[in-house]
């Protein structure tokens, strides 16, 4: 399998998840228990390059949206974001997670994919945190 067979993955992967990531955005509970189950993985398992190491802002930004801190995310973004973090929780994914140097390969294209389909949305909040901060300080 190839760089672009995997993107091509990735992005089928973000877009067939669509409308069960949008339940889940519609279900607090859910939500919550998402975003823990994506935090016990990253304690778990090292990081895969630069993509799994974006993936707490993306709960940080899933945290705040929920608790109306910030709301200045299209839900068309939300959307993406939390299709990519279930496919990163499901135990069924392209490559499985127990193989060993090459098991997150998957998760990352999808992570990868999500943060090209998100970059400005995400800059946006990383810019409304860094005002919160410095307006605290």
Do not use: H
């Not at 859910?30 to 993936?55: C, H, I, N, S, W």
């Not at 839900?75 to 069924?92: C, E, G, M, R, T």
Request: overall charge negative; glycine content about 6%; some cysteine.
């Amino acid at each position: 399998m190839n760089t672009e067979d995997i993107k091509n993955q990735a992005q089928g992967v973000l877009d067939g998840g669509k409308e069960k990531a949008a339940a889940f955005l519609e279900d607090g509970g859910k939500m919550d228990q998402l975003l823990e189950q994506v935090e016990a993985k990253l304690e778990t398992v090292p990081k895969a390059g630069a993509y799994l190491a974006d993936v707490p802002r993306m709960i940080a930004l899933l945290k705040d949206y929920i608790q109306k801190d910030y709301t200045e995310v299209p839900k068309k973004s939300l959307i993406i974001i939390v299709a990519a973090l279930l496919y990163l929780v499901n135990p069924k994914d392209i490559i499985p997670d127990k193989y060993i140097g090459v098991g997150l390969i998957d998760d990352a294209a999808v992570i990868a994919a999500c943060i090209a389909l998100t970059k400005g949305d995400l800059a946006a909040y990383d810019a409304w945190k860094d005002a919160k901060a410095e307006a605290k300080a």
